[in-house]
């Protein structure tokens, strides 16, 4: 009778890079787990709030690490670990952003092994079958930007106090976003231009940049969802897919680009009464 493959990993990282690595989308997801994918060029961390209106797939090359070893017949290793516990874990000690993390997975023990210096943590892994992950969203998506975290900040922060319902319309070379109550309306139209067709954001300061702009699209999104994806979001622009009544798509970097963030928020779909 043949034997179970082995496969392990032995890495080690600065603490606040693992912390934004093992950041849960919502607090919903406490002991939810996400699913760790690491692969020889680095670490991939899919995860999905229960109601599935947030979607979250990070990932850090392993160039960022301070050092990186993976032994996996397949080129890859994957268990579900619940991403808040160890980001709890790192919260609670408080270690300096450069202090290194030890991370150690081996098969024959399915432990997750996490340490930061005398204080050791040991998850239990879970096998990926049946457990949920980030997946791409099959949508041909009409306008493709970028735009600055302000923009979706004082969404949030100011439009988000009329209504917990934030409408988005991008397109056409301009930008609405707006919020309706019982009496009251309140409306942001944040400064944009296109690039040209191009990838190069032009530093000119303003709040968007289109790239592929077909026509005014627009979508409901909620409040409370919006600010969840907060904060994923670096001070700085990023890239957003957009396309009437369909989730909205952000691509993001963060930590001199060694973290890469996809997030998708799903349209708000309850009706206003």
């Given at each position: 009778?043949?034997?179970?493959?082995?496969?392990?990993?032995?890495?080690?990282?600065?603490?606040?890079?693992?912390?934004?690595?093992?950041?849960?989308?919502?607090?919903?997801?406490?002991?939810?787990?996400?699913?760790?994918?690491?692969?020889?060029?680095?670490?991939?961390?899919?995860?999905?709030?229960?109601?599935?209106?947030?979607?979250?797939?990070?990932?850090?090359?392993?160039?960022?690490?301070?050092?990186?070893?993976?032994?996996?017949?397949?080129?890859?290793?994957?268990?579900?670990?619940?991403?808040?516990?160890?980001?709890?874990?790192?919260?609670?000690?408080?270690?300096?952003?450069?202090?290194?993390?030890?991370?150690?997975?081996?098969?024959?023990?399915?432990?997750?092994?996490?340490?930061?210096?005398?204080?050791?943590?040991?998850?239990?892994?879970?096998?990926?079958?049946?457990?949920?992950?980030?997946?791409?969203?099959?949508?041909?998506?009409?306008?493709?930007?970028?735009?600055?975290?302000?923009?979706?900040?004082?969404?949030?922060?100011?439009?988000?106090?009329?209504?917990?319902?934030?409408?988005?319309?991008?397109?056409?070379?301009?930008?609405?976003?707006?919020?309706?109550?019982?009496?009251?309306?309140?409306?942001?139209?944040?400064?944009?231009?296109?690039?040209?067709?191009?990838?190069?954001?032009?530093?000119?300061?303003?709040?968007?940049?289109?790239?592929?702009?077909?026509?005014?699209?627009?979508?409901?999104?909620?409040?409370?969802?919006?600010?969840s994806v907060l904060q994923f979001l670096p001070n700085d622009y990023m890239e957003?897919?957009?396309?009437?009544?369909?989730?909205?798509?952000?691509?993001?970097?963060?930590?001199?680009?060694?973290?890469?963030?996809?997030?998708?928020?799903?349209?708000?779909?309850?009706?206003?009464?």
């Amino acid at each position: 009778m043949s034997s179970k493959a082995h496969f392990s990993f032995d890495a080690s990282v600065r603490s606040d890079l693992l912390k934004a690595l093992v950041l849960p989308p919502v607090k919903l997801t406490a002991r939810q787990d996400a699913i760790f994918y690491w692969r020889e060029d680095g670490v991939t961390v899919g995860v999905v709030d229960g109601s599935s209106v947030i979607q979250v797939e990070q990932r850090a090359d392993s160039d960022s690490f301070d050092s990186y070893t993976l032994d996996a017949p397949h080129g890859v290793v994957s268990l579900g670990v619940p991403c808040k516990e160890i980001h709890d874990f790192l919260s609670a000690l408080n270690p300096d952003s450069d202090e290194l993390v030890h991370i150690e997975y081996e098969s024959q023990t399915n432990s997750l092994d996490v340490r930061v210096g005398d204080s050791e943590y040991n998850l239990a892994g879970k096998v990926r079958d049946g457990l949920r992950t980030y997946e791409e969203p099959d949508i041909d998506y009409q306008n493709r930007f970028f735009a600055h975290k302000r923009v979706f900040k004082k969404a949030h922060d100011v439009v988000g106090m009329v209504d917990d319902e934030i409408t988005f319309c991008f397109g056409d070379g301009q930008a609405r976003i707006s919020s309706t109550g019982d009496t009251d309306k309140l409306t942001v139209e944040p400064q944009c231009t296109s690039t040209g067709q191009t990838d190069d954001v032009p530093d000119s300061g303003e709040d968007i940049f289109f790239v592929e702009d077909t026509g005014e699209q627009e979508s409901e999104y909620s409040k409370q969802v919006l600010g969840s994806v907060l904060q994923f979001l670096p001070n700085d622009y990023m890239e957003v897919r957009f396309s009437e009544g369909q989730p909205m798509k952000i691509e993001s970097e963060r930590f001199d680009g060694n973290l890469y963030t996809k997030a998708t928020i799903a349209k708000r779909v309850s009706p206003k009464s």
